[in-house]
């Protein structure tokens, strides 16, 4: 088995505001429900397993864009909205944070019996992964985080965060089931990561001397080692809480700025379903499509997805609540029309990631990332900002006006 990826990512205490947890809960379902009913379970599995689609899933939900609070915020907010839909989904996330993380095994008999699936199997899976990870990988982050999510078919991806006092970071692994032909030689599809020295790594496939000759001594024959192994997917997300230039590609952004500019909005046949929107929240949506929809070239700037609803802690701006509840609702609307049988506005909905991809390949910056984060920040206000530190303020004297309403 290979690991699919691994992230190391700045050390964040606190919590996530109820404000912003109940509406990541909302999103993260209408993201998750529009991914397995246009692509399906695995597909929703494989993405889980990119260290770099997920942290931009954890930004475009409004968590801070670099921090480890995205580990535990995303997947709890997932497993909340998703468990109780477990028949219907076909999707269980079995684990959690501290305690929750030791109740994985149960968690998966759980839903074992429910599915036929073979839980001792999937549980020695679970175990496996974290032992490798905690014990054959000595890169000085001692796990505390474990999350399985698994399919009523039997496929799953592993999700696990191991912390480093010394350091001050926190280093995510990503598995994923397909991958796995070993759980000892180079199991990981990623490892999320900075750099901290010389390590054991036991799964390194410069290792099998070592391995074998440990296994000699304990008179133990050790099991053959496949030879083909997929290249290990690796994100380093920086200390600095201000999202700058050189964290975003700035032609996918400024196209999907241009594209939120209203008058622009018409030139496009396909977003015409769209129309009623603002350009703030359309700027919201093209991300959100982006995430459900892109390809994994799209996702090397997570940074990028902050645009759509900011981040708790005020960088790149403050969450826009407003602006947040007219994308989950206008998501969760399209949903339930498609099911219906009318696909319309899910497909414009769809066609929005594919609109600024097209133009991007020849967009021209012209602007300031920072002048654009400094305009955002200043109408916060208009669309119910708020971070952890509080709500943002309109001017003395100012009230919100019809112009500001049609902006949404």
């Known amino acids: 088995m290979k690991r699919s990826g691994s992230a190391d990512l700045p050390l964040h205490y606190g919590h996530v505001p109820p404000w912003l947890a109940e509406r990541m809960a909302k999103l993260g379902k209408a993201i998750v429900e529009e991914i397995i009913s246009g692509q399906g379970k695995n597909a929703l599995l494989s993405k889980l397993s990119d260290p770099f689609w997920f942290q931009s899933l954890g930004a475009v939900m409004g968590m801070d864009w670099h921090s480890s609070g995205i580990t535990t915020s995303v997947m709890g907010a997932l497993k909340r909205s998703i468990n109780p839909l477990a028949k219907e989904f076909g999707i269980f996330i079995c684990g959690g944070k501290g305690k929750q993380s030791r109740n994985t095994p149960n968690d998966i ?3 074992a019996e429910t599915t036929g699936l073979p839980a001792q199997s999937l549980v020695r899976s679970s175990k496996l992964s974290a032992k490798v990870d905690n014990t054959a ?9 474990h999350y399985f ?13 191991g912390m480093s006092n010394n350091s001050a970071t926190a280093r995510r692994y990503h598995w994923h089931s397909p991958s796995v032909q070993s759980f000892t030689e180079e199991p990981h599809t990623s490892i999320y990561g900075a750099n901290q020295g010389h390590i054991l790594n036991l799964t390194d496939k410069m290792a099998r001397p070592l391995k074998t000759a440990m296994l000699e001594v304990t008179s133990e024959n050790p099991d053959k080692m496949l030879s083909e192994i997929s290249r290990i997917r690796h ?3 920086p200390g600095h809480h201000d999202v700058t230039a050189k964290d975003v590609d700035i032609k996918r952004l400024g196209a999907v700025l241009w594209l939120a500019q209203e008058q622009h909005v ?4 396909e977003l015409l379903l769209l129309e009623g929107l603002g350009p703030r929240t359309l700027q919201s949506l093209a991300l959100v499509s982006e995430v459900i929809y892109g390809q994994p070239a799209q996702f090397k700037d997570p940074a990028r997805f902050s645009f759509a609803h900011g981040g708790k802690d005020g960088h790149p701006f403050p969450v826009p609540t407003r602006v947040y509840d007219e ?5 969760q609307q399209a949903i339930q029309k498609s099911k219906l049988g009318r696909q319309d506005k899910i497909q414009a909905i769809q ?7 097209r133009l991007a390949e020849d967009f021209i910056p012209d602007g300031s990332l920072d002048e654009y984060i400094a305009h955002e920040r200043a109408n916060s206000w208009k669309y119910g900002g708020r971070t952890v530190f509080g709500k943002a303020k309109a001017p003395q004297n100012r009230q919100l006006d019809l112009f500001d309403e049609q902006q949404l």
């Open 109 to 111: 008999v759980r839903f």
């Open 137 to 145: 990988v000595q890169d000085g982050f001692q796990l505390y985080q």
């Open 149 to 161: 999510v698994l399919s009523n078919e039997g496929e799953w991806t592993v999700i696990q965060q």
């Open 235 to 237: 994100l380093v997300m």
């Open 266 to 269: 018409r030139n496009f046949e």
């Open 327 to 331: 994308t989950i609702d206008t998501l």
């Open 351 to 357: 066609s929005l990631s594919k609109v600024t991809a």
